[in-house]
């Protein structure tokens, strides 16, 4: 059976105009959703910026050792090392270790599909697509439904009967006080956890499957030759979030942490691994925020791009009767596509800062200004 397989199709000018109709209504839905993602996320970022300050000057720094409580109710930072009585442990294979996280990590040796489109327009506005198809065997973390291939005879995958799991400590303790579930979901510090040949004859005993396990590289193998993989064929490594000094900020509730509701409205529960002071935590989250703000901003611009070239996609398809044409229209609208992404994108920025910090919408105006007259005077200079 040929691993590689290529297909031709093509599409008439009217089915492209129809297509591009459904493009118009995604494109609307897109630019509307992206126009309120953009709002949302400046007054979230205001918002957090705000309860972490309220937090910073809140935040009493106490001991492990004692709970006091006139702390009760107070947001509290604490550090310490954690203890637990529970051991982490994998069942379907024997793994235990003492630590606070125990991860398995498994691939599966399948078939993969990768295609590479080429189109060509035609005379009259059609198109004509020529589609590759690639098959190859490789590793992969997650199962790969064979039957949606273009091609799936000679290339068919059995299911994934053993899939990546995380076994984690139910509790622990941070000296007096003590560590639940939404405290102990944020310790990481995972590491790799290799496993020692001399190790197999108990893992063996506790795999319940019918392949021949052996232990590779401090991981262990399903399959018969390690060195030549056959589709079906597993590689399961471990990591361990090991037992160490963590920092925790969050309300003191009897011996518990719980999130602190600020006035300002976000919840403050904050972990951090090793000895970091409460003033390091918030300049840390403060950080996390603004990184967050500048990424959903990019999306939401992009995406506002993405919504205008569908808006006008009609446009370049109605010149595609004459293909170099369309070319010229298809150029001319993916430009003013991101021109109005950019304009639209900052006049909301600007606007939801105008509703939540006046005093920095007028700087962000200026800059959207800037760079829209900056692209305006490129494209006059091209032309």
Do not use: C
Not at 85 to 106: C, E, H, K, T, Y
Not at 214 to 220: E, L
Not at 359 to 374: K, R
């Amino acid at each position: 059976m040929s691993n590689t397989f290529t297909e031709t199709t093509s599409t008439s000018w009217f089915t492209r105009i129809r297509n591009s109709v459904g493009g118009v209504v995604i494109g609307l839905i897109l630019i509307v959703g992206m126009v309120v993602l953009l709002f949302w996320n400046e007054g979230r970022a205001v918002q957090t910026a705000r309860s972490l300050t309220e937090g910073a000057g809140a935040v009493v720094s106490v001991g492990a050792d004692s709970v006091d409580p006139a702390n009760e109710s107070k947001l509290i930072h604490v550090t310490g090392a954690v203890t637990t009585d529970s051991v982490p442990a994998d069942p379907d294979f024997a793994i235990s270790a003492q630590g606070v996280r125990l991860v398995r990590n498994v691939e599966m040796f399948q078939w993969k599909e990768e295609s590479k489109s080429e189109t060509t327009k035609k005379l009259g506005g059609g198109e004509e697509t020529t589609t590759t198809y690639t098959y190859s065997k490789e590793w992969d973390d997650s199962a790969i439904n064979s039957s949606d291939f273009k091609q799936p005879g000679g290339h068919e995958n059995p299911p994934m009967e053993i899939s990546g799991r995380n076994f984690q400590i139910p509790d622990g303790k941070l000296g007096a006080f003590t560590l639940d579930q939404p405290v102990i979901d944020q310790i990481g510090g995972d590491k790799a956890f290799p496993l020692k040949p001399d190790q197999a004859s108990e893992i063996q005993a506790a795999y319940a499957g019918t392949k021949k396990l052996s232990i590779v590289d401090g991981g262990i193998y399903l399959g018969w030759n390690p060195s030549s993989p056959v589709v079906g064929d597993y590689r399961i490594r471990y990591e361990l979030a090991p037992l160490g000094t963590i920092s925790v900020i969050g309300q003191q509730t009897g011996s518990n942490f719980t999130p602190y509701q600020t006035i300002a409205g976000d919840q403050l529960l904050m972990v951090e691994d090793g000895n970091v002071p409460a003033d390091q935590m918030f300049k840390h989250a403060e950080s996390a925020n603004v990184m967050l703000t500048w990424i959903l901003r990019g999306v939401g611009i992009l995406l506002l791009a993405i919504g205008f070239g569908l808006f006008m996609s009609p446009l370049s398809v109605l010149a595609d009767v004459i293909p170099p044409l369309g070319s010229l229209v298809s150029m001319g609208t993916g430009l003013i596509a991101f021109l109005l992404a950019i304009v639209v994108g900052t006049i909301t920025i600007a606007i939801a800062w105008f509703y939540y910090r006046p005093l920095l919408a007028i700087g962000i105006l200026v800059v959207g200004a800037v760079i829209a007259a900056g692209i305006i005077y490129i494209g006059r200079s091209r032309r």
